[in-house]
């Protein structure tokens, strides 16, 4: 039986339910902590009135003035059978009990702790906390398996990993979770969104579509 971090849907959001990418201001994180639990996954999976809590990070470099993201496809027998074969921008997964005895949650609090725990996990890489900022939040009632979660975006700065960007990818391909990985360009991201319009004729998986969206096309726009 494995226990993961919820919050009731009314204490996330006590209004209408924003959708999409939210900026980092969108949500207070500390407001929402002293309404979080830790549940049986299995029961939250079908339970609407709660959202489990993911951070989400996105790795990025940049060379040259051009700031890369890491994207891998995931294996067809993904462990989340919904997600098998999409495409991701995004490592991440649920705050487990585990994560309160972390000695990083004291100075960065609980979900920070469990991002390294989970970047270290998911893709093999050690970073310093400093190198995680906050980059918005992720809310989607689109489909079945994002209608249920709440994404802590995380952007993830990989400039003093060691190691060129060949080095990190097979590092991260060395992992259980990506078929494949691949550095891409930021600003080639938001013409990779359509159906097959990804890598190899890929797709993007909904929550990668949405950090896309709200953290490259929205500064493309801008610049």
Do not use: C
Request: glycine share 8%; hydrophobic share 45%.
């Amino acid at each position: 039986m494995r226990f993961i971090l919820v919050v009731p849907r009314a204490q996330l959001f006590p209004g209408l339910s924003p959708q999409g990418f939210l900026p980092p201001g969108a949500v207070s994180l500390e407001a929402v902590l002293p309404h979080v639990f830790f549940a049986e996954r299995a029961a939250m999976e079908r339970n609407s009135h709660f959202k489990q809590i993911i951070p989400y990070m996105v790795l990025t470099r940049t060379r040259d003035g051009a700031r890369r993201v890491l994207a891998y496809q995931r294996r067809a027998a993904h462990t989340e059978r919904r997600l098998g074969g999409l495409w991701s921008i995004g490592f991440g997964g649920h705050v487990e009990p585990l994560d309160r005895d972390d000695a990083r949650v004291a100075a960065h609090g609980l979900v920070t702790a469990a991002a390294l725990r989970e970047l270290a996990e998911e893709t093999g890489i050690e970073a310093q906390p400093t190198r995680l900022t906050p980059a918005g939040f992720i809310n989607s009632e689109r489909e079945d398996v994002s209608s249920v979660h709440f994404g802590v975006v995380f952007a993830v700065d990989l400039d003093a990993v060691p190691g060129d960007d060949a080095a990190i990818a097979t590092t991260v391909a060395a992992q259980a979770e990506p078929e494949q990985v691949r550095w891409i360009e930021a600003s080639r991201l938001p013409g990779l969104l359509g159906p097959r319009g990804g890598p190899d004729e890929g797709t993007f998986e909904d929550w990668s579509r949405i950090a896309i969206e709200g953290m490259f096309a929205r500064a493309a726009a801008r610049a």
